[in-house]
């Protein structure tokens, strides 16, 4: 299994950059793809972006795509979601997901979320 926890949120002013963490625990890490998602309040929770297992390839959502970047370090254990550029639409609670090999989202494994608010 995989555990994980998210941080790295807050308050933001539109056009700031944030830089949220996601640090894993559990043996499937190195064989998940791990991915971001993000849920603004009364909203379904809607894909952000995806780094494969390797870190060498990765895949966004058209309303990130140019701003955001997500990396992993296999060493650590960690996902990181970089965030340039913050609208006030980026406004949502990101979680962290983790689908191994052979899975996909609905059946992986996800963080409680952070907290990302971009004021205007």
């Known amino acids: 299994q995989v555990q994980l926890l998210e941080s790295g949120g807050g308050l933001v002013q539109a056009g700031d950059s944030l830089t949220l963490s996601c640090a894993a625990s559990g043996d499937a890490f190195d064989w998940s793809t791990m991915g971001w998602f993000r849920q603004a309040h009364g909203g379904e929770r809607v894909f952000v972006a995806y780094v494969i297992p390797s870190g060498q390839s990765t895949y966004y959502a058209d309303f990130v795509k140019g701003r955001f970047t997500i990396s992993r370090d296999n060493s650590k254990k960690r996902v990181y979601l970089q965030m340039n550029n913050l609208k006030v639409e980026d406004t949502a609670v990101y979680f962290c997901?983790?689908?191994?090999?052979?899975?996909?989202?609905?059946?992986?494994?996800w963080g409680r979320g952070t907290q990302v608010t971009v004021s205007s």
């Open positions: 997901a983790a689908a191994p090999k052979g899975s996909m989202w609905d059946t992986g494994y």
